[in-house]
């Protein structure tokens, strides 16, 4: 696997091995959820690229970028085990050679719903970035996560209006044992948050399980007391349409639904999802 830290240095070895490429952009602090992503387009391309790059733009908590994990050497490992082909490690000043300010990209409802309005400017950010890293690999198909649907939705509206000819992949959330999401943030966990963190996904399996046709708001409170009593402090549980992201409220047991979540434990914010239907 090379390791490139420039544009300029990443267009000159594609142009070397121009061949079909799987993009997968990432922050690092890689975990198994991640890997899938690199089989997923190993499986498809001939070449693999993973970029990672914490975005100092798409955090709006200043703590929680200060203290995003960066196992570096660690990720360079994984990423050399599952066969990438090119890790992209860029400097800050190599994605924003201007500075970080941008034009706001139109996302429409998407950028104010669920994450971005408990974390504003942050799809403006990810867009932000995912553009620069779009133009600079240049790939033929891009891998995305299940875990951030929302993010999933957001990129397709950049991607259809400025990608058109790169082809998305989603690729399901991939779990601990426990049924804990994967995420990098779970780094920050104590051994004991690990073992409650479960409860998030038990939360939504829950409302998998057992939602019916009709009012679904009952359901919601009652599994927002109980994620209460277990000291998680839930910016939001909701249903929503699948394909808009618009709260469901009453449910004709028909129209394609998910449960979506963001709690905090303790100072760490987790997030997962759970298609119903
Ligand atoms: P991140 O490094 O958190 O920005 O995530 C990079 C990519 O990995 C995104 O497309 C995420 O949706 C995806 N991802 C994160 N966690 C998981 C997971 N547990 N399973 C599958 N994909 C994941």
């Given at each position: 696997?090379?390791?490139?830290?420039?544009?300029?240095?990443?267009?000159?070895?594609?142009?070397?091995?121009?061949s079909s490429i799987g993009f997968v952009p990432t922050m690092g602090a890689l975990h198994n959820g991640h890997i899938s992503l690199?089989?997923?387009?190993?499986?498809?391309?001939?070449?693999?690229?993973?970029?990672?790059?914490?975005?100092p733009?798409?955090?709006?908590?200043?703590?929680?970028?200060?203290?995003y994990p960066e196992p570096l050497e660690a990720d360079i490992n994984m990423l050399e085990a599952a066969g990438c082909h090119c890790l992209f490690l860029p400097?800050?000043?190599?994605?924003?050679p201007q500075g970080m300010e941008a034009k706001p990209f139109p996302?429409?409802?998407?950028?104010?719903?669920?994450?971005?309005?408990?974390?504003?400017?942050?799809?403006?950010?990810?867009v932000q970035v995912v553009d620069i890293l779009l133009d600079a690999v240049k790939p033929d198909g891009?891998?995305?996560?299940?875990?951030?649907?929302?993010?999933?939705?957001?990129?397709?509206?950049?991607?259809?209006?400025?990608?058109?000819?790169v082809q998305m992949h989603l690729a399901a959330t991939i779990r601990e044992a426990s049924g804990l999401a994967m995420s990098s943030r779970n780094m920050r966990l104590s051994p004991e948050d690990k073992i409650k963190a479960v409860e998030i996904f038990n939360t939504l399996?829950?409302?998998?399980?057992?939602?019916?046709?009709?009012?679904?708001?009952?359901?919601?409170?009652?599994?927002?007391?109980?994620?209460?009593?277990?000291g998680f402090?839930?910016?939001?549980?909701?249903?929503?349409?699948?394909?808009?992201?618009?709260?469901?409220?009453?449910?004709?047991?028909?129209?394609?639904?998910?449960?979506?979540?963001a709690t905090y434990l303790n100072d760490v914010r987790l997030i997962d999802n759970m298609t119903i239907n």
């Amino acid at each position: 696997m090379v390791i490139l830290k420039t544009k300029k240095d990443l267009q000159n070895w594609i142009m070397r091995n121009g061949s079909s490429i799987g993009f997968v952009p990432t922050m690092g602090a890689l975990h198994n959820g991640h890997i899938s992503l690199v089989s997923a387009a190993l499986e498809i391309y001939n070449l693999c690229v993973v970029s990672i790059f914490v975005n100092p733009t798409q955090f709006n908590n200043q703590e929680d970028f200060e203290k995003y994990p960066e196992p570096l050497e660690a990720d360079i490992n994984m990423l050399e085990a599952a066969g990438c082909h090119c890790l992209f490690l860029p400097a800050v000043e190599t994605i924003y050679p201007q500075g970080m300010e941008a034009k706001p990209f139109p996302i429409g409802d998407l950028e104010n719903m669920l994450e971005g309005a408990f974390r504003p400017g942050h799809y403006q950010g990810v867009v932000q970035v995912v553009d620069i890293l779009l133009d600079a690999v240049k790939p033929d198909g891009i891998f995305l996560g299940e875990k951030d649907y929302q993010q999933f939705m957001v990129l397709s509206v950049l991607i259809n209006k400025k990608y058109p000819d790169v082809q998305m992949h989603l690729a399901a959330t991939i779990r601990e044992a426990s049924g804990l999401a994967m995420s990098s943030r779970n780094m920050r966990l104590s051994p004991e948050d690990k073992i409650k963190a479960v409860e998030i996904f038990n939360t939504l399996f829950y409302i998998k399980e057992n939602l019916l046709p009709g009012n679904t708001n009952k359901l919601i409170e009652q599994k927002l007391v109980e994620l209460d009593t277990h000291g998680f402090k839930t910016d939001y549980l909701t249903i929503a349409d699948a394909r808009t992201l618009e709260p469901v409220n009453n449910w004709d047991g028909k129209k394609k639904v998910i449960a979506l979540v963001a709690t905090y434990l303790n100072d760490v914010r987790l997030i997962d999802n759970m298609t119903i239907n």
